[in-house]
């Protein structure tokens, strides 16, 4: 079983769509989270982090079950340009970070 | 505007050559990663230093592959012998430490044939 678990999609959204992704993570010393959003054929970008209280940047909204060592990322009314590959990333405690396969994205007009 | 620096962006050899990347990690960092990137795989940690210590290794094939830095503002990747399979793009990333963002190079891009 991989470290990091997300759902590869894809996911086909018109734009205004609201949308999930989900992740899971297997180590429970994690100590930190992230989404990271890769364009195709460039590199993993940061886009958030993901708090314990669960946190939003506009758009985006991350949230993060502990217990359950569950990750979530939803993007509402979504645009054209959100269209990429999202990666979920979690940190050890000894400052590892592995990273999940990625769920890709694609809106459409 | 800090970034990793990555060497060579694209890369072309004979299965059987040595190839070696190079990294620079952004001023100040202390830790940095080895990942490589495949349609099939996903992004796989390969290595990862901090304060140039090797900390973990063990995503990387030990016969072929191995990962040094000789000092702060260098980390290198080295396959010896290459293999076709080797083909991937190899990123770099580097950060403060635990908890912390990490940021990647733009990837030394490897086709072996």
């Known amino acids: 079983r991989k470290e990091v678990e997300q759902d590869p999609g894809p996911f086909n959204v018109p734009e205004g769509a609201t949308v999930a992704f989900n992740c899971t993570y297997s180590?429970?010393?994690?100590?930190?989270f992230f989404w990271y959003r890769q364009d195709c054929r460039k590199e993993p970008k940061l886009l958030m982090s993901?708090?314990?209280s669960g946190n939003e940047d506009g758009r985006f909204t991350a949230q993060l079950n502990r217990a359950s060592q569950y990750i979530s990322l939803l993007i509402r009314d979504s645009k054209l340009s959100d269209s990429a590959t999202y990666l979920c990333v979690v940190n050890t405690n000894a400052g590892k970070s592995t990273f999940g396969d990625g769920t890709t994205l694609t809106v459409k007009p | 505007d800090a970034r990793v620096t990555q060497t060579p962006r694209h890369k072309v050899t004979e299965m059987g050559q040595e190839v070696t990347m190079r990294c620079q990690p952004i001023l100040g960092h202390n830790t940095v990663f080895w990942y490589r990137q495949t349609m099939m795989q996903g992004l796989e940690l390969l290595a990862y230093?901090?304060?140039?210590?090797?900390?973990?290794d063990s995503g990387m094939p030990k016969d072929r592959f191995s990962a040094e830095m000789p000092d702060a503002t260098l980390a290198t990747l080295k396959i010896q012998p290459s293999e076709p399979r080797d083909s991937a793009v190899y990123f770099c990333?580097?950060?403060?430490?635990?908890?912390?963002?990490?940021?990647f190079g733009e990837g030394s891009w490897l086709t072996v044939v």
């Open positions: 993901v708090y314990s």
């Open positions: 180590n429970s010393a994690s100590q930190s």
């Open positions: 230093f901090r304060n140039r210590a090797p900390l973990d």
């Open positions: 990333a580097s950060g403060t430490g635990p908890g912390n963002t990490i940021y």
